[in-house]
């Protein structure tokens, strides 16, 4: 353990910390460790697979197991587990969307998110420090009335704030009227926060596993086997896996899964960015969104910054986005809090994430019998991943869309019956 204020000059610690002594420490203290879940070989055949080891295909696994005693399960993941935009996205989680249908859906989410580390076992960090979307402009601050008023209609907290409110809640952000997009005010929603990603996926991943579901990673599917209208199994690079019900929660890669069953889906696919700064103390509370500056910001318990970035304009499958995208989320930061202009930044990376043309997502069966899908979260679906696995077992099990999913559905698109979101994401897409 390191000395409790770090007094040791820097060549001591580099003695004490040199390679050979940190692996002895690793050898010594990292033995016997149990595994977090079994490492099965897949079996011909499954009641139910589930395509995509993310945080919605894996909380899937668990509420199908765990609501509906279906254990028969296999979440096939070509990656590692939660290696998908669940550990890569910027953590925030909210409910303040304009819609009733979409509200609905991510409130009960939200409600899940309070007590999700007692339900699986597993601490997912979930901090309702509270969430601020900020209003620079005068149709902003219109639309911020109006989306909170509609969120209470719905029983969802929120308050609009002024500039003083804001400015006591984040002191080091730039409130002055002189700025070039001066804060008017802001929506605030205490209960939403941030939770630790990649413990949502692990969480739910050992939970799922411990009720019977098999997690194959490393295991692509290449193909949909199609048989009179109905799914009966995948195709993977280990071979043939026989299923009555296919499940497809791929997020960016939802259109190539669609494809394999000669579907097309209204989803397009593009690159979104985040990056972290070198550990700070504590200095930002809430998670701070600008969609007119356009950033998003929040600071994690280990004290980085968590700073977030717009879509790419154009369409990829790469993990990785375009530099002016990444300068422009930097500069906006650095508008908002000069102080951060000071603050090295340690990694970025890009996710990639399915958008539908209403911002909003698709969960239930598809034209071909046994064959579902979620996804179209884009850009938000980390803050619904409880609720949306949640509400698709019970899709599946009971092979008809749950009351919360039922206005999302693939049908919505021939229908017209679209729940536009846009204004609500508070990411430029
Ligand atoms: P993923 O986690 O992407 O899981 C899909 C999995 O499918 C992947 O692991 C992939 O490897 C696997 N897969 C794909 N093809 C195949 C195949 N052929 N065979 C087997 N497996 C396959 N949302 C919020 O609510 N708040 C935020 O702050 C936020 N910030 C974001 C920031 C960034 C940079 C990004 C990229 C996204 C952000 N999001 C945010 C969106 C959020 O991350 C996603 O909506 C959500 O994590 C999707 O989860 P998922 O489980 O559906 O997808
Ligand atoms: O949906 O709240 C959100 C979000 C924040 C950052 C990316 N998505």
Redesign the pocket.
């Known amino acids: 353990m390191p000395p409790p204020h770090n007094t040791l000059k820097p060549h001591a610690l580099m003695q004490r910390y040199s390679l050979p002594r940190l692996l002895a420490h690793a050898r010594r203290h990292h033995e016997d460790w149990q595994r977090a879940w079994r490492n099965p070989a897949p079996k011909d055949a499954y009641d139910t697979v589930i395509?995509?080891?993310?945080?919605?295909?894996?909380?899937t696994a668990y509420y199908l197991a765990k609501e509906h005693g279906v254990t028969d399960v296999a979440v096939?993941?070509?990656?590692?587990?939660?290696?998908?935009?669940?550990?890569?996205?910027?953590?925030?989680?909210?409910s303040n969307y304009l819609r009733d249908a979409s509200t609905r859906l991510y409130d009960f989410a939200l409600d899940l998110w309070r007590d999700l580390s007692r339900e699986i076992n597993f601490n997912v960090m979930f901090s309702a420090r509270g969430v601020l979307n900020l209003g620079h402009t005068l149709q902003d601050m219109r639309d911020i009335e109006r989306r909170v008023g509609a969120n209470r209609l719905n029983g969802v907290d929120g308050e609009v704030l002024t500039t003083a409110e804001v400015q006591r809640l984040v002191p080091l952000m730039n409130c002055s009227p002189t700025s070039r997009y001066p804060v008017l005010g802001a929506s605030w929603q205490p209960r939403g926060g941030?939770a630790r990603?990649d413990a949502v996926?692990w969480g739910y991943a050992r939970a799922a596993d411990a009720l019977g579901v098999d997690l194959l990673q490393q295991?692509?599917?290449?193909g949909i086997r199609v048989e009179n209208g109905a799914v009966t199994g995948?195709e993977?690079d280990l071979g043939f896996i026989a299923a009555r019900r296919v499940a497809?929660?791929?997020?960016?890669?939802s259109g190539?899964?669609a494809r394999?069953a000669g579907l097309r889906l209204p989803i397009e696919s593009r690159?979104?960015?985040?990056l972290v700064s070198e550990p700070l103390k504590p200095c930002l509370d809430p998670?701070v969104m600008s969609a007119a500056v356009h950033c998003?910001i929040s600071q994690s318990a280990k004290g980085d910054l968590?700073i977030?970035?717009g879509t790419d304009v154009y369409n990829g499958y790469g993990?990785r986005?375009s530099f002016p995208v990444l300068e422009h989320a930097v500069a906006a930061v650095c508008e908002l809090f000069p102080a951060f202009s000071r603050v090295r930044m340690n990694r970025h990376?890009?996710?990639?994430?399915?958008i539908c043309p209403d911002a909003c997502?698709v969960i239930g069966p598809s034209p071909v019998r046994g064959l579902y899908f979620?996804?179209g979260?884009?850009?938000?679906?980390?803050?619904?991943?409880p609720g949306?696995g949640y509400v698709f077992a019970d899709t599946i099990a009971n092979e008809r869309p749950h009351p919360l999913a039922a206005p999302f559905g693939l049908d919505r698109f021939a229908s017209g019956a679209l729940v536009d979101e846009h204004g609500a994401a508070a990411?430029a897409h």
Not at 377 to 385: D, I, L, M, Y
């Open positions: 395509v995509g080891g993310g945080g919605h295909g894996l909380a096939i993941e070509r990656g590692y587990l939660g290696g998908g935009n669940t550990g890569r996205n910027t953590t925030i989680v909210r941030v990603h996926a295991t692509e599917v290449v995948v993977t497809c929660v791929v997020a960016g890669n190539v899964l394999m690159p979104l960015q985040a998670v998003y968590v977030g970035a993990q986005g990376w890009g996710g990639i994430v399915d997502p979620n996804c979260w884009g850009t938000g679906g980390f803050k619904s991943t949306s990411v």
